[in-house]
Nanobody
Framework: QVQVVDSGGGLVQAGGSLRLSCVIS????????MGWFRQAPGKEREFVAG??????DYADSVKGRFTISRDNAKNTMYLQMNSLKPEDTAVYYC???????????????????WGQGTQVTVSS
């Protein structure tokens, strides 16, 4: 049984920062590709950032502002979000793939394990 727990969301003013965390436990999937997605009200879930063994990818909308990282020893992934904008407001989800490879996937359907989501609200 795999458990994914994401946390760290909150309310912040535009220009501020937040750091999201994602802890994965259970089966040995900690080294599998992982990603962050977000979903705003009335919109589809979208890719934000992903990390594989030696690959990292970002959505164009967050490049230069967000940084994804992971600590394999702690089975934890992070998303440092700086220079936040009101359009970053969404529920953010952590996800992990079921199998290992060294490719970051951008489609939500390619991830098997999901956190419960953490709300990020950026006020103007």
């Amino acid at each position: 049984q795999v458990q994914v727990v994401d946390s760290g969301g909150g309310l912040v003013q535009a220009g501020g920062s937040l750091r999201l965390s994602c802890v994965i436990s259970g089966r040995s999937v900690g080294n599998n590709p992982m990603g962050w997605f977000r979903q705003a009200p009335g919109k589809e879930r979208e890719f934000v950032a992903g990390i594989a063994w030696s690959a990292i990818d970002y959505a164009d909308s967050v490049k230069g502002r967000f940084t994804i990282s992971r600590d394999n020893a702690k089975n934890t992934m992070y998303l440092q979000m700086n220079s936040l904008k009101p359009e970053d407001t969404a529920v953010y989800y952590c996800a992990a793939r079921q199998s290992w490879n060294n490719v970051v996937m951008r489609r939500a359907g390619q991830y098997a394990y999901w956190g419960q989501g953490t709300q990020v609200t950026v006020s103007s």
